[in-house]
């Protein structure tokens, strides 16, 4: 009896360790990839890459698998940084990419330009979700700052996503400030603006996620800012039928990148697969999974069939309203700065 | 002894409590009513949600949900997580805690800390350490590269992290029971000829055999459960380093609200299995300090 219940214990474990090892590589004729990528494109990979894989063995006759991660943008930037094996990176801006070739050197500073688009396959946006049938008639940004309404948003201290809905809120108040203002009064304006629309958030979740839940699931708000392609994910998921989207008439556009990562495609001796990989995003087939996975596709003609899911709107980018990310990071987001200042104010 | 002490304080608990506010039935069930409730609030209501959320949807999703081969994965990974580090655990503690308790050396007190250490740790911190030293950018980092090992965001690491947050369990629970139990057994049995190997075997070991078992479900259970450090090391990648916590989080985050619970169900059942082993052994230890007292 005690030894049947040793055995079969030992059994268990030499089955788990043989199941532990049987994900490596067999032969010439099997290739792996990592993808490195951040939360919202699990499902579009998850599609993409066994048509990408099929294709590829058509091409060369090599099997190809992936293996994927998802998490944080930033969180896994440091993770490729601190040792994390990517033959490719997608991740949600190209700040998280710099920040590896900066920390630990396994890609080139002109990896950007290596791609077209800015190495931004696809694109998002930020845009509002409101109840079903848009009670409080919410059309665009100057809607959120008026009394009553509730906004909810994410912490932009803690969350990288909820900084683009404070960029895009500050930039469209640039935008839209009176004209005989300076640069000064320009900016104070847009301080103005931003500070009342986050005064009107009644409840600051430290992430994405936890913000969804409150707005969806406990439905406290009446709008609430998110990325598109997110707001398009969870209507789908959650059921549609209690949120809507509205699409504001100016946003800012994010470009989330994809770059193959130098020293570790030279190491594994992927560089080929990895190349081709990443421009197959390009393609007419790729831009089409890209639209069918709630992001902008850059390639017109594809855009043009999903008109009804993306309307038209003008986006700005943080380049040429706050001159890069890193330079937004540093004004508005690290502590002490704008975020903190009118904000500590608002206590 | 065991029985003859617990009688004991037994008696003095009712003599202490005769002359009290004895048995207003309104105080008693005031009491009474409040425990429950608390307990109804904080432990029965969250686990009839991780299997209410698990199941709503039917037996066929919750199946769907647990046997879908990243799930499948993760509980591999997990069990052959737990399969290493409690073993390794277990005789750690069991060394330690004899070393501790029936010898005298220098630096015990500094080896009982360090014992505490992860305890007193965060979690996070833990993984934290493990990539300073072995990330690409710590201080074995590039050593690592160039003969190719990869521990951080491997099984390696995932081990290592659970080794080190599950390393006090089986240590602390024998070093209290030990000490209480003094040094006279094994004396006796070194004064009558035996080895110091077999004193360990025929005297210590069946002396602590219930206490070792319970730190070892301890040990085994926060191995299966561990996020914090973990998560810091495991870089995430599907179908092979994701732990059975990690999954959870993931299925969540990716609103497959049934798949995350059912998932986190098993992880519930553990728990269950847990307690429900511990309480056998604790009606063990009963049975046999009664023998004992006859």
Known sequence: MKRGLRCGLLGALCASLLAGCGGSDDGENSISLLNVSYDPTRELYQDLNPRFAEAWYRETGQNLSFRMSHGGSGSQARAVIDGLEADVVTLALSFDVDAIHQRAGLLPADWQQRLPDNSAPYTSTIVFLVRTGNPLNIRDWDDLVRPGVQVITPNPKTSGGARWNYLAAWGYALLNAPDDLDEEGRQAYARDFTARLYANVPILDRAARAATNTFVQRRIGDVFLSWENEAMLAINELGPGQVEIVVPSVSILAEPTVAVVDAIVDRRGTRAVAEAYLNFLYTEEGQELAARHYFRPRNAEVLGRFRDQFPPLNLFTVDEMFGGFGEAQRVHFDDGGEFDRFFERSR | ?294
């Open chain 2, 1 to 294: 002894m065991a029985s003859v002490i617990a009688r004991g304080t037994g008696l003095a608990h009712q003599a202490a409590r005769a002359p009290g506010v004895a048995d207003s039935p309104l105080a008693r069930r005031i009491l009474i009513g409040v425990s429950v409730l608390f307990l109804g609030a904080m432990l029965i209501a969250p686990l009839l949600t991780v299997f209410g959320y698990a199941l709503y949807q039917g037996i066929d999703r919750y199946l769907a949900g647990i046997l879908e081969p990243a799930a499948w994965s993760a509980i591999q990974l997990t069990l052959l997580t737990a399969a290493i580090c409690v073993p390794l655990n277990t005789v750690f503690g069991v060394a330690a805690a004899w070393a501790i308790t029936k010898f005298e050396f220098r630096g015990k007190s500094l080896l009982i800390s360090l014992i505490d250490l992860p305890f007193s740790v965060s979690p996070v911190i833990a993984g934290l350490v493990f990539v300073i030293l072995f990330g690409a950018q710590g201080f074995l980092g590039p050593w690592l590269r160039a003969n190719d090992v990869q521990i951080i965001f491997a099984v390696p690491g995932i081990v290592l992290a659970t080794l080190f947050v599950t390393f006090p369990f089986v240590a602390r629970e024998l070093i209290p029971l030990m000490q209480a139990q003094g040094t006279g057994n094994e004396e006796a049995s070194v004064s009558l000829g035996a080895g110091g190997f077999r004193t360990f075997w025929r005297v210590t070991l069946p002396n602590i055999k219930w206490g070792l078992l319970y730190g070892v479900i301890l040990c085994n259970a926060r191995a299966m459960g561990e996020f914090g450090a973990v998560s810091v090391v495991s870089g995430h990648i599907r179908h092979q380093t994701n732990t059975m916590p990690l999954h959870v989080e993931i299925l969540y985050n990716e609103y497959q609200f049934v798949a995350a619970f059912a998932v986190a169900s098993l992880l519930a059942l553990l728990a269950l299995v847990t307690l429900a082993v511990k309480t056998a052994i604790e009606s063990a230890v009963a049975r046999s300090a009664r023998l004992a007292a006859h």
